[in-house]
C-alpha cells in the first residue's frame, strides 16, 4: 500500500513543473470511510487520456518517457494494489489547472478513529470498548497516521477475524 501511494506522490513531483504545487490530504469522512488524496497545479491532463491512464504501458506523452524515465506501469500497478485492499482510484484533471489522484478506502477497510487516551482506559475497564480496543489504544506515535488508520485492527484471542 505505502509503495502505491508513494508512486502517487512521486507522479505528481515528476509531473508538476517548478513553480507549482502539491498537496497531500487525508480526510477522514462521517462514515468512517477516508480519501488519501494528491492535488497539483502542474498542466493537467486533457479528458481524453483519462479513462487509459491505468491501462498497462499507458503514457500520455510519449515524449515524457526519454524526459522523466518510467514504464507507463505505475498506475496500473496503484489500481490493482487498490483493488486487493478494497480501495478505488478516482482522477480528475483540468488543462492548464492541475490534477487530483485520490485514493477511497470503506469504512471496513480501515481502524477505528482513536479516542483520547483516558476515553479507551475507561471504554477498556467497563467493558464498553469496541473489539478488539486495549487500553493502549489510542496512545503511541502512530495515532492519527495513514499507517495507523491501515493496520488491520487488533482481535481478542480465540477470534477469527
Excluded: C
Excluded at 498542466?43 to 518517457?65: C, K, M
Amino acid at each position: 500500500m505505502q509503495s502505491a501511494l508513494s508512486n502517487l506522490i512521486s507522479n505528481a513531483v515528476r509531473y508538476t513543473p517548478a513553480g507549482s504545487s502539491i498537496s497531500v490530504r487525508w480526510e477522514r469522512k462521517e462514515d468512517d470511510s477516508a480519501v488519501f488524496s494528491v492535488h497539483d497545479t502542474g498542466p493537467g491532463i486533457a479528458p481524453e487520456h483519462i479513462p487509459r491512464l491505468t491501462e498497462r504501458f499507458y503514457r500520455v506523452d510519449r515524449s515524457r518517457s526519454r524526459e522523466t524515465g518510467g514504464t507507463g506501469l505505475g498506475l496500473a500497478i496503484v489500481k490493482h494494489v487498490l483493488q486487493r485492499h478494497g480501495a478505488t482510484l478516482g482522477i480528475t484533471s483540468t488543462l492548464g489547472k492541475g490534477s487530483v489522484f485520490s485514493v477511497s478506502f470503506p469504512a471496513n477497510r480501515l481502524r477505528s478513529p482513536a479516542r483520547p487516551a483516558h476515553q479507551s482506559m475507561v471504554a477498556a475497564l467497563h467493558g464498553t470498548a469496541p473489539k478488539g480496543m486495549g487500553i493502549g489504544m489510542g496512545v503511541g506515535a502512530g495515532e492519527g497516521s495513514l499507517a495507523h488508520a491501515l493496520l488491520p485492527r487488533p482481535q481478542p484471542l480465540g477470534e477469527v477475524q
